[in-house]
């Protein structure tokens, strides 16, 4: 008869310490991300940036195969003699909104850029805009484009 109870006490004990751990694991989980900020994973600044690098050479070989700028960056995952040039999911941001991309007036210079983690002109660190540097250094009048070869 002794053992049974023990059983049933033991049975018992292990069910409690089992729920105590889940819920020990539960509120870690959800407090140590809010305490200490919790992780950015992936980078999404830093794949935002890789991302524009390889869109603005994909507009690059689109414009030397083509003799002109795409009219947009869909105009990039349209069958071509030469492309398509990107995937459609390539041109969306680490935040799953898409690229921003402009053609200069002058049809030779081009940006293509996102407004960061808050989706808005302007802010700093990852809210800040992130945007070709190329680009970024020729509207600062620091650096041309190349105009195709």
């Known amino acids: 008869m002794d053992s049974p109870t023990k059983r049933s006490r033991w049975i018992r004990r292990a069910a409690i310490a089992g729920a105590m751990a889940v819920a020990i694991a539960f509120a870690l989980g959800w407090l140590l991300p809010r305490f200490f900020g919790g992780c950015d994973y992936p980078n999404r600044p830093a794949m935002t940036r890789a991302i524009i690098s390889i869109l603005g050479s994909k507009v690059e070989a689109f414009r030397q195969d083509n003799g002109r700028l795409p009219a947009s960056l869909e105009e990039l995952t349209h069958p071509s003699r030469f492309g398509p040039y990107a995937n459609a999911n390539e041109l969306v941001d680490g935040w799953e909104r898409p690229f921003y991309y402009r053609v200069e007036p002058?049809?030779?210079?081009?940006?293509?850029?996102?407004?960061?983690?808050?989706?808005?002109?302007?802010?700093?660190?990852?809210?800040?805009?992130?945007?070709?540097?190329?680009?970024?250094?020729?509207?600062?009048?620091?650096?041309?484009?190349?105009?195709?070869?």
């Open 106 to 149: 002058d049809g030779r210079q081009f940006i293509v850029f996102s407004l960061g983690k808050d989706g808005r002109l302007g802010g700093e660190g990852d809210a800040g805009d992130l945007q070709s540097e190329a680009i970024a250094n020729a509207v600062a009048g620091v650096a041309k484009i190349p105009t195709g070869r």
